[in-house]
């Protein structure tokens, strides 16, 4: 079956770097994109943007250019997200999310990472 | 950017009744070479990642129970649950995927009345 496991919570100081990790399994990793989205506390889903498997080539929404990476390893079919720079807006639950025909059939958990001094 | 509206912000049902949440999009989101409507909803409970309910604006994803059912075209859409559950409780979503950014509704937080 399809799953997809993030990487643990992550508490970091204001200008610190994170990277949080999505592992795939159970399907051919570079067969679907992959996507972010975020979700501040309390607040609803933003998409962050979206990388594509095959050829690496990412896509970043407006307000994610520049402190935002997504890579990927394909040889152990994971997605990453790096933050650098952070900020205490940073605070979010980070999502990672495979399309299914550009719908989003399947999530990771989420991995909390908090930004405070 | 394609904005998508909710309505109600929340909503308060009875169990066993039916509960009804709307989505507008900023514009069309039909794809007139293949009639699709690139349009989802999810259900996101407290602590947990959404799950996908409903693509194509009505088709439902499998193992979703039937009392869910999505219907509308162009940029008016709904998202009906026939005879609401306990474990319906939960905060919905509509989202577009005709272009990127992929946006999302601000959600929709269902309760019992």
């Known amino acids: 079956q399809v799953q997809l496991v993030q990487s643990g919570s992550e508490l970091k100081k204001p200008g610190a770097s994170v990277k949080v990790s999505c592992k795939a399994s159970?399907?051919?990793?570079?067969?679907?994109?992959m996507n972010w989205v975020r979700q501040a506390p309390g607040q609803g889903l933003e998409w962050m943007g979206w990388i594509n498997t095959n050829t690496g080539n990412p896509t970043y929404a407006q307000g994610f250019k520049g402190r935002f990476v997504f890579s990927l390893d394909t040889s152990v079919s994971t997605a990453y997200l790096q933050i650098s720079s952070l900020k205490a807006e940073d605070t979010a639950v980070y999502f990672c999310?495979?399309?299914?025909?550009?719908?989003?059939?399947?999530w990771g958990q989420g991995t909390l990472v908090t930004v405070s001094s | 950017d394609i904005v998508m509206t909710q309505s109600p912000a929340s909503l308060a049902v009875s169990l066993g009744e039916r509960a009804t949440i709307n989505c507008k999009s900023s514009q069309s989101v039909l794809y007139s070479s293949n009639n699709k409507n690139y349009l989802a909803w999810y259900q996101q409970k407290p602590g947990q990642p959404p799950k996908l309910l409903i693509y194509w604006a009505s088709t439902r994803e499998s193992g979703v129970p039937d009392r869910f059912s999505g219907s509308g075209s162009g940029t008016d859409f709904t998202l009906t649950i026939s005879s609401l559950q306990a474990e319906d409780v939960a905060v919905y979503y509509c989202q577009q995927y005709y272009n990127t950014p992929h946006t999302f509704g601000q959600g929709t937080k269902l309760e019992i009345k």
């Open positions: 999310a495979r399309e299914s025909g550009s719908y989003y059939s399947y």
């Open positions: 159970g399907y051919t990793f570079t067969s679907y994109a």
